[in-house]
């Protein structure tokens, strides 16, 4: 990454004011209680769908959703955006502390090798994927993953147009021909060779240790890039070894390379979405994992729960909903509009946060930063709606209700000026927080424990059996 880039530059003083004004306006109260060793059994107040609930200990990353703040490891998000990238991050949730320079290099090297996941996209490109829901077809993708570990990675592998698909052992049959497959095939048979991860011995059937994580977080962007392709009708792209991890997830969607400001401001997205304490993705890859099914698995769970409507996708609806309003002006009478209706407003308002995002405090201003160099008067447009609609909502329900911008307020604009699709807004969020997933599985894995709440049963519990040809 080329932090030495003047506009890149800018961008990192971007990130620094934006870190100054949380500072400024930071609650210097007493740590919440969230913040020490759990002894175990330990007592919590818990409501319906286990709020409140202490799972685990973790030392993975923290939110302290009442003053805004989160940190991975121990170290603020502001710092991490302003110095780091998405690599060494993930080294950082990965392995608990930041890596050296040599380990660094090493760990990039290791990224770009499972980025080649040629068997997987190799499948995916059979099924029908522009008829799938994105999250849908990475999921697909994520679990087929498990190929490149389930087959013997015999040298004369090659893929082959007439049986490859059909003589693997895991193929499901299509009734249909698939739209691309032909061509995605062929595609991959003009590929220089099959990189097989480096770290894997010859006959292994699933990588073991950390291995599973590095080839999940370098290969779902490689399925996301596929995903953004096949749905229109294009030819899935080859990683270039070239590019850092950002910039080779815009490349693999948009099938252009990315400037240094796009690739920063990719990374820093990345970065900000990482990890987020125990969401409902993050606990459902836990809960897969701890019943010691695998990693892939237990992924392909975290993307399922991401899909969800109350989870990822809200910066879609944002980005639809700016479009609505249409102009700046309009704002007020629209606003007064939601408001008699008592319509929540995407993009505001936060489970977690009743203080400001800290993610939004940076996203915000980079929106900002990009539509200045944008030549696109849509997206200019876009964002001079959401600023206002930021002043409004703000000003009424911001002291009153805590109820400030989200993440996902601003990171659609983010992803426009980047040419990413709408519809690749929440694979991109997978593409982050797998880092998050697989650290906090590993970490947990440890001391694994399966997960078993309970359920408080409020049925009967002497009704008399009914023959069928009793019942009325
Ligand atoms: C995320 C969300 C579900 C959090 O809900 P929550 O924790 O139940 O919110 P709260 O109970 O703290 O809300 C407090 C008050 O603010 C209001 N409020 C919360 N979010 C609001 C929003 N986006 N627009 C308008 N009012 C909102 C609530 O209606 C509630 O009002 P009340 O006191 O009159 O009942 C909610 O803010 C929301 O639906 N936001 C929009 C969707 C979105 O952007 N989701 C992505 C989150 S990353």
Redesign the pocket.
Known sequence: MNNLNKDTKEITEVILKAKEKAYAELDTGAESEFVRNVKWPVDCVVGPGLEGAIACESKVGYVNGSKGWLVYRGYNIFDLCAYSSFEEVSYLLLYGKLPTENQLKKFKEKLKGYRNIPKTIRLLSSFPVQDMNAMGAVRLGTNLMRQECTFVDKKEYKPDVKTAISADEDSIPMETRPMGERKAIYSLKQAEGITRPSGLSKDLHMPVGFEPALHLISGIPTIAGAVARLRVGELPLNPDPELSHAGNLIYMITGRKPTPVEERIMDISLILHADHGMNASTFATMVVASTLSDLYFAVGSGIAALNGS??G???E??VKMLSEIGDSKNVKKWYKK??AK?????????????AY?PRARVLGPLAHFLVKSESDKKIAGLFKVAQELEKE?VST?GE????FP????YSGIVYSCLDIPTELFTPIFAVSRVSGWTARVLEYLKNNRIFRPRAVYSGPLEEKYVPLNKRK
């Open positions: 109350l989870h996708g809200a910066n609806r944002v939601k408001t008592k319509e929540k407003i995407s993009g505001f308002g936060h489970r977690v946060y009743k995002d909502v329900l009153k209700k805590k109820v989200n993440v996902d307020f």
